[in-house]
C-alpha cells in the first residue's frame, strides 16, 4: 500500500512538472494603462522609449474596452469574431509623390524560440515576418526600395545607439542587378511621414492563443494617424511544439491574409504614402 501511494506521489509530481514546463516563463503579471490603447498593456510592452511612444499614439476609430468575448467562446469563435469585427485596414488619409518615410520601430529579430511562446512576443503577426530576414536596415529597407516592384526612394531608422555617431540611418539605392543598398547615417530625418507598429490586448486572447496587433501610419509632425491595419493571428495547432504554439507559421486574418507577409506590408503604407516614382537619392 505504500510503495503505491508513492508511487502515485511521484507520478503526480512528474505530471506537475510537466504542466510547469508548458507554462511560459514570460507570462505578463503586471498591466499598465496607455493613451492608445482601451485596455490595460503588459508593463514590457512600453519598457522601452520605441514601445511607449508605439503606445501613445490615439486612433480615429479606437477600439471598445468590450472586445465581444462570451464565456464559453473557443479559440476559433473568438479568432473569427475579432477578424470580422475588429480586423481591417483603414486609410484615412493618402499623400502622393512620398520619397520615403521614418520606420521608427524596427522589430528585433525573433528566434524559433520567441515563435514557439505564447507570451513573449508582443505582435508575433508581425514580428514573425522579421525573422526571415537579416536585422539589418538594409534588409528591411528591402521591402520597401526594390523598383521596379516597392517603389519608395528611401526609408530612414533610429539608428544603433551603441555604435553609431548620428541618432539615425538612411537606407536608398538598390537596383536588383544594379546597385546595392547604400546606409548611411544621417543627423537628421529626411521623412516627413512614419511608420509604427504595437501590440493589441483584448479579452483572454493569449489564453486563447491569439495575438492582435497594429501598423499604423503618421505624420511625424502633428502625430495624426492616416493609416491603420489590425490583424490577428492563432496558433495551437502546430505538431511536434510545445502546445502547438508556432507563430510564424498561424494563420491571420482571411480579410487581409496574404501569402507574403512583407508585401502586404508595402501594400498597406503605399496606400496611404503614395511613392514618388523613378525618385532618385
Not at 507520478?11 to 482601451?38: D, H, I, M, P, Y
Not at 472586445?67 to 486609410?91: N, P, V, W
Request: hydrophobic share 35%; glycine share 6%.
Amino acid at each position: 500500500m505504500r510503495l503505491a501511494v508513492i508511487l502515485l506521489a511521484s507520478l503526480l509530481c512528474l505530471a506537475c512538472k510537466e504542466s510547469l514546463s508548458n507554462t511560459s516563463a514570460f507570462r505578463w503579471t503586471r498591466f499598465v494603462q496607455v493613451e492608445g490603447q482601451s485596455e490595460p498593456i503588459p508593463a514590457e510592452w512600453v519598457s522601452t522609449n520605441a514601445g511607449k511612444f508605439a503606445h501613445s499614439i490615439k486612433l480615429p476609430n479606437p477600439l471598445p474596452k468590450d472586445s465581444g468575448y462570451s464565456k464559453g467562446m473557443d479559440s476559433k469563435e473568438y479568432f473569427a469574431h475579432l477578424c470580422r469585427t475588429q480586423a481591417g485596414q483603414f486609410i484615412y488619409k493618402s499623400v502622393d509623390n512620398v520619397e520615403g518615410f521614418y520606420f521608427a520601430r524596427p522589430p528585433l529579430r525573433p528566434t524559433d524560440d520567441d515563435l514557439q511562446d505564447r507570451y513573449r512576443l508582443e505582435a508575433p503577426e508581425i514580428e514573425r515576418t522579421f525573422q526571415l530576414m537579416k536585422a539589418t536596415p538594409s534588409a528591411r529597407a528591402g521591402h520597401f526600395v526594390n523598383p521596379p516592384w516597392n517603389l519608395f526612394a528611401f526609408v530612414e531608422e533610429p539608428a544603433n545607439p551603441n555604435d553609431a555617431k548620428s541618432p539615425f540611418v538612411r537606407s536608398y539605392g538598390y537596383r536588383q542587378d544594379v546597385s546595392s543598398m547604400t546606409v548611411e547615417e544621417v543627423p537628421e530625418l529626411r521623412s516627413r511621414y512614419g511608420m509604427v507598429w504595437r501590440g493589441i490586448r483584448r479579452q483572454n486572447d493569449r489564453e486563447l492563443l491569439i495575438a492582435g496587433s497594429e501598423w499604423i501610419v503618421f505624420d511625424l509632425r502633428t502625430k495624426e494617424v492616416m493609416a491603420l491595419q489590425r490583424n490577428f493571428a492563432i496558433t495551437g495547432f502546430t505538431r511536434n511544439t510545445k502546445e502547438g504554439i508556432y507563430w510564424l507559421s498561424s494563420p491571420s486574418c482571411p480579410n487581409l491574409h496574404q501569402d507574403n507577409l512583407a508585401m502586404r506590408f508595402y501594400d498597406f503604407i503605399s496606400g496611404s504614402l503614395r511613392p514618388a516614382q523613378g525618385i532618385k537619392k
